[in-house]
């Protein structure tokens, strides 16, 4: 049975994608490619925590793969999945949750930059969307509509 004060975060690891597909050779360039990266992520897993925290949830996060076992073991009150990561993407990630009895029944909230509602995947298993960006009182409004 899901709890309701946990929020589950599976996001992709930006610098690790970034760094794998880089095709130029100035160092420079790389350290702020990463330096950049690294901001943006902990920028957003940071505003998400801070944001749901204050709202009284616990929040934990997971990369790709890795957060299927988090779900079962933790039986969050609700998914945040994002749908663009290196390994295994968000669409098979919410195939298997929805796949396993131990998971079904945990909301899905698909959340993607540059992704509207109507461009998330056919494949992508989800009860609500949070396209990044995104305004913190739709983050709050949207865990509320599917904790609650």
Not at 26 to 33: E, G, K
């Amino acid at each position: 049975m899901p709890r309701a004060g946990i929020i589950l975060v599976i996001d992709d690891d930006l610098v690790v994608r970034q760094a794998s597909s880089w095709q130029y050779t100035d160092l420079q360039q790389r350290a702020a490619t990463v330096h950049s990266s690294l901001d943006r992520l902990l920028a957003t897993a940071g505003l998400i925590q801070d944001v749901l925290e204050g709202d009284g949830y616990r929040v934990r996060h997971a990369i790709g793969a890795g957060g299927i076992d988090a779900a079962r073991r933790g039986q969050p009150g609700v998914i945040l999945l994002d749908i663009n990561m290196p390994g295994m993407d968000g669409p098979e990630v919410s195939r298997r949750l929805r796949a396993d009895p131990a998971t079904v029944a945990i909301p899905i909230v698909c959340m993607s930059t540059g992704v509207t509602r109507a461009q998330v995947p056919v494949g992508m298993l989800h009860d609500d969307c949070l396209p990044k960006p995104f305004a913190v009182a739709d983050l709050s409004a949207i865990v509320a509509r599917w904790i609650g």
